[in-house]
């Protein structure tokens, strides 16, 4: 009998998430009954957003205690019980931290083969897709303006700064620790980088940033969230991706200072977006994503962890900022 | 010699304003310089935008303690040393709290004579024309949606509401005190109203707002722009136009909790805007008033006060929220 190894969360953190959420678990194979796909796992996505589903309910169900961790995956078609599929498929499924799951066809999503796999879970998958709409369709910014990222370092944020540079923009990224700042610069071609753990980052903006911000991709929240708020120029946008600096603790706390006195004054927009609004532009993005790839304008930097049993470290390390670039886990 | 009675505001207020940071005095007549206009002030604006300005600079010189309290007035030319402009013109401009006022003619907009002339300072001055862009050019609502405004029996609030009536929205007004609650409904057609004296907005909202609220109008920040947060609908709007819960007091708080990770779970758009930023609309937006006055569909809700000296009386009463619709000060 084939083992399908699962990490199980045994509790929801109350706080600082740690190992001692989760257990490694043994299942029997799953039976795909029919409209299902029996899928075996092979790329585990990693996301900040794993531990904000913790949180409780967002723009899918919260996660429960005492079930197989949610997540994201690249799986390979094992049996299909649903027309449309067949076996050897490779899909993009929630299937959860596990070996192998029996999900219903239409929550899969078909994907290509590509060289490596594991583009289609950093550079044409969720992350470059992200970066991509928040920046172009979001934040909108246009040749000569400022753009700054923050977890610029991170899945997304370094993809971000690449395309900004890419639509002639000036960019600083924001990172934490001096070997983040220097990689930003010297191996994505960030015009600045500032290092959150050794400056204050309002003070390192009015340097990094001499004309102001116009467009700021946030990731983090918070405390740099409300610094780029009081360095935005004019009519400047935020792109709303996430706010990891929130996700790991209690409650959300409160928000920046100055909302919503300053996008008064300023006219900003702050706005909230998810991939999958923009699903309509989906194929126009990832040709996008494939030419700058293929010219080498966009560098794919990728964090490829081996072994089901190190996803949880995996996560905890994403949390805690130890990853560059997309972090996976390779199940098989 | 005509004697120029002004208001001068002798200390910036730490924290709550009161009578005692002005004082009257008296001057003598203002002599125009080439290129400016002598202006005999009228009817002079009260707006919770007066105290904003005492914080710091916003899309405006912060205020100076020592000078004339500044303010926009509907005033009329005495004497014109400036191309454009003659003897008797009506003009808005920043005359600031006293009855003349010498002033660069580039910096006043002339002005139609309606009657009432208070129309110009209400339904057809700012604040008509910051609900009707702030409404309808950033909150963009649609028939059948619900549109939440707070402050809503103020100058601009009344707009707001009843502008969303006649696009064919569910209207909910948020304000202070029962009498105002209920005048909302009985006099501006508003579907229904909640008192925040009285009520929690959250747990009132689910009544009032059933399918959740599509735009929020924001006038006020705080808590009330939390509680609205909390109940927008998915690729909610809110307009962001003023933060009077933040405006009489020390530095700006906190801001609401849930920013910006509400925002992105429900796709949420925050802007703020300035009424000048639609200027190039000015005309289309004052026709739609003009017809909707005319037709009876839009009450000019006012509140004049007679008498300069109690201009200050008249601002710190409106920050207290004692006003039911615009209120100014009849000066001459």
Sequence with gaps: MTINRQIHIVELPKDKLGPQHFRLAEAPMPQPKDGELLL???????????????????????????????????????????????????????????????????????????????????????????AYHGLLNVGEPKPGETVVVSAAAGSVGAFVGQIARIVGCRVVGIAGGEKKCAWLKSELGFDAAIDYKAQAVGGALKLAAPKGIDVYFDNVGGDILEACLFRMNMHGRVSCCGAVSQYDGAAPAHGPRGIPGLLVTKRLKMQGFIVMDFNDQRDKALADLQNWVKSGQLKVPEDIIDGIENTPQALIGLLAGDNIGKRMVRVA
């Design 40 to 130: 075996k796992t092979k790329l585990i996505s990693l996301d900040a957003a794993n531990r904000a589903w913790m949180q409780g309910a967002t723009y899918r169900a919260a996660i429960e205690a005492g079930q197989v961790m949610a997540g994201g995956a690249i799986a390979e078609v094992i049996e299909a019980k649903a027309p449309g599929f067949k076996k050897g498929d490779l899909v993009f499924a929630d299937t959860g931290w596990q070996e192998y799951s029996a999900l219903a066809a239409r929550t899969a999503q078909k994907m290509p083969k590509v060289e490596p796999l594991s583009y289609l879970l950093s550079v044409y998958g969720i992350a470059g897709l992200t």
